[in-house]
């Protein structure tokens, strides 16, 4: 259906495309002459499902996220489109105002533990043993390239879990004076919270040896997740050899 889909959320207008990652077509919109943000994609009814109750769920308990807006029978997704609330705001730029970002992930690991897995996907300590989950698709990396990632993910052995943003990025983080806003949730999945850590000056303050740990096996990560563009090979490059 495509944009068509827009309609079943009553009065509802595109205005001007939005940047967002390569997954999805972001547009601003209008519902109800209220701005928001509609996101169309290829995600299929129970991983969209499983987002937008997330996003639910933690804005009931107090954190800045996007809020699925429902359409006017009540779903919240309609043929891989969802509409979210606006937010507004800018990056951080500080050392203080990635401090905050460090407290709001914390929030969010707090607010999640125990959650289920994302439909489909794996945590990297999953990825100790299975070969693909989502985007990852480890038979695609040379051997070498995977033992490396394993190494990596393998100190990460017996963590708890919980949801993770998986990419908190400046363009993902939407900051005012008074509140942390985390935007963009497609690579949200159950992982080992210090992933979501690995944040500029070490502005979560992770010891040492969490701070490497962390930082090595988010590397193998991304190189696993984006195999193989330029990105992903430089943060291959990024994780020692074993």
Known sequence: MGWEALGQWGDAVRVERLTGGVANDVWSVRVDGRLAVGRLGTRGDADLAWETGLLQH????????????????????????VVMTFLDGGPPETHDDWRRVAGALRELHRLTRGWPQRPGWRSSTDLLHAETGTKIDLTAMPPESVVRCRAAWA?????????????????NIRMTANRVGLIDWDEAHVDVP????????NAAALDDGAHDIAAQASAAWEAAVCWDDEYSVRRLAEVRPV
């Open 58 to 81: 933690l804005d009931r308990k107090g954190l800045t996220v996007p809020v699925p807006i429902p359409t006017t029978d009540g779903r919240l997704f309609v043929d891989g489109l």
């Open 155 to 171: 100190r990460l052995t017996g963590r708890p879990t919980c949801v993770v943003h998986g990419n908190p990025a400046p363009g």
């Open 194 to 201: 210090d992933l979501d850590l690995v944040l500029p000056d």
